[in-house]
Every structure is written in structure tokens, then in C-alpha cells.
């Protein structure tokens, strides 16, 4: 009978069998460092994208910010140029309201009749004045009640006073200005 040593055979399927699986280990080691880099390398990109975001981001913030302060300025440069246009519109309303109802009472004062004084205090005008006749006063008084500025016109004294040898009818009269009108607190006498 032959012997046949079959020792080395196995020791080099053995062998060989040990160096296939150091060599498919070796691979799958070196697939799975490949994959875990990859992914390293994928999140750090991914990292440094949201980075750049989050500044761009926090750069468009802060010029937002900066416009809401200029907006907020511009609000309130709007709110005190708004609030100096009321006081200038009320200033002119206050100017011409007065000088409208003198003008107005100037047109309105027939000839031979004489204004010596004129105030207001709230709603309630003060006339007085001298005329050459009684029915100069009732006209006056006629043209005051259709006028714009004045109503509800009352006459408080009519007396005959001389001036200068000439007989006269001094009078007072009382009237309402008619509502949305401004007035001043006092003008003082105005002669004619």
C-alpha cells in the first residue's frame, strides 16, 4: 500500500484559505473605510453648507435689522413732521379765522355807522359802536345774522349820545360765532 502525505495539501488549502479570508477581510476593512470617509467627507460639506447659511442668514439679519432702524427712523421723522404739519394747519386756521371775521365785519358795516370796540372770549363776540341813526343798527344787525361768521345777534344798549354837537345812537351788541369757527381769546378795539 502507498501512503500518500496529504498534510501539505490541507495545510496549504489551509493556507490558502487564511489568505483569501485576510484578503476579503482586508477589503471589506478597507470598503468600510472608504464608506465611513465618504460619509465623513458628505456630513463635513454638509456641516460647512449649513455654516455658510447660517451666515448668510445671520448677514441678511443684520441688514434687515438696519433697514427696521432706518424704517423706524423714517416713522418717527413721518410722526414729527406730521405733528409740526397739525401745529402749522391749526397756526394758519387761528391766523385767518380772526382776520376772515374782521374783514367779513368790515364789508358788513354800512356807511355813517362806526365800530369802537370788538372782542371775543369762547363762542361770544362783543360789539360796540356809534351810528348816525337807529335804523343803521337794525341793518348792521340784519346783515351780521345772514352773514358766515356770526348768529343769534342781540342788541343790549341802544342810547342817543351827542359827539361834537351831533346826535348820535351809541350801541352794544352781542352775538355767537357760528360752530367750527376759531377764535382768538381777545382782540383788542378797532376804531373806524
Known amino acids: 500500500m502507498i501512503k500518500i502525505n496529504l498534510l501539505p495539501v490541507r495545510a496549504a488549502k489551509k493556507k490558502e484559505t487564511a489568505i483569501q479570508q485576510l484578503v476579503i477581510f482586508g477589503v471589506v476593512i478597507v470598503l468600510i473605510a472608504t464608506i465611513v470617509t465618504a460619509l465623513y467627507m458628505f456630513k463635513r460639506v454638509q456641516i460647512a453648507t449649513a455654516k455658510e447659511e447660517i451666515a448668510s442668514a445671520n448677514n441678511r439679519i443684520d441688514e434687515l435689522k438696519k433697514k427696521i432702524g432706518k424704517l423706524e427712523e423714517l416713522k418717527s421723522l413721518k410722526e414729527q413732521v406730521k405733528k409740526k404739519l397739525d401745529v402749522l394747519a391749526q397756526l394758519r386756521k387761528n391766523k385767518t379765522g380772526p382776520a376772515q371775521r374782521l374783514e367779513s365785519l368790515s364789508n358788513l358795516t354800512p356807511d355813517k355807522l362806526w365800530l369802537t370796540n370788538y372782542s371775543e372770549s369762547d363762542q361770544t363776540v362783543k360789539i360796540s359802536g356809534i351810528a348816525l341813526t337807529e335804523d343803521l343798527i337794525a341793518q348792521f344787525m340784519k346783515a351780521l345774522e345772514g352773514s358766515n361768521d356770526f348768529m343769534a345777534v342781540e342788541l343790549l344798549v341802544s ?30 378795539a378797532v376804531k373806524k
Open 159 to 188: 342810547e342817543q349820545t351827542e359827539i361834537a354837537g351831533t346826535k348820535l345812537k351809541k350801541f352794544d351788541l352781542t352775538m355767537k360765532l357760528k360752530s367750527g369757527l376759531l377764535q382768538p381769546p381777545v382782540v383788542p
